[in-house]
């Protein structure tokens, strides 16, 4: 079964400082996302790749940066965290086209102080 | 404007009887539909996909898709203390999907 690997599982950062999720899928999938989960907002994207190098923006990517470094490894950069920022974050893969099932990860809940 | 709606934000059902979720899209360019399911602390998990008009049954789970007005649904046919979860509605176009808000399911033994 496909498989999506998020860590740290949690982390807390104050005001300012900077912090990396980190993201792994080992499903050969081309396509990986980056979403955040807020109670009554449902899932909403930050950015997404469609493979190694390339970024395209979300719906929510304001504070966010973003790296695909291979196939399998996607990242998502808070450089200056601001409590607005505390979420549950997922990573998804999937493969490319409109009738593709999208693969999570098990989720990085992150706390700004 | 949001793109997917879900109601109700929430549903209470006693263990064995029929749980109905409702989801209404804004864009007639979508072109398929997908129910997700998340249990708490796990991430969302697809359940099933649509994009014919009419029913898809996977045994207790039925979705129905009616195109001409962007409506899908989904219904539980007897429910277990184990299909409470949050329900997300998703719609597709291309490579870009948009969820719903969500539909928080409690069954009640």
């Known amino acids: 079964e496909a498989a999506v690997t998020q860590s740290p599982r949690n982390k807390v950062t104050v005001t300012g400082g900077n912090v990396t999720l980190s993201c792994r899928q080992t499903n050969s999938h081309n396509y990986m996302y980056w979403y955040r989960q807020d109670t009554g907002h449902g899932l909403r994207l930050i950015h997404y790749?469609?493979?190694?190098?390339?970024?395209q923006i979300g719906d929510v990517p304001d504070g966010y940066k973003a790296t695909r470094t291979t196939q399998e490894d996607f990242f998502l950069l808070l450089e200056l965290a601001s409590p607005s920022q505390t979420s549950l974050y997922f990573c998804a893969s999937s493969e490319p086209g409109a009738y593709a099932e999208q693969f999570f990860g098990p989720g990085t809940r992150l706390t700004v102080l | 404007q949001q793109k997917v709606q879900q109601s109700p934000e929430s549903l209470s059902v006693p263990e064995g009887g029929m749980a109905s979720l409702n989801c209404t899209s804004s864009?007639?360019?979508?072109?398929y539909f997908w129910w997700y399911r998340q249990h708490s602390g796990e991430g969302p998990k697809a359940l099933m996909s649509i994009f014919s008009d009419g029913d898809k049954k996977e045994g207790r789970f039925t979705a129905h898709l009616n195109k001409a007005s962007l409506h899908v649904s989904l219904h539980i046919r007897d429910s277990q203390p184990s299909d409470s979860a949050l329900y997300f509605c998703a719609a597709q176009n291309n490579n870009r999907i948009f969820f719903g808000d969500g539909t928080q399911l409690v069954v009640k033994p």
């Open positions: 864009d007639r360019n979508f072109q």
């Open positions: 790749s469609y493979g190694a190098g390339n970024l």
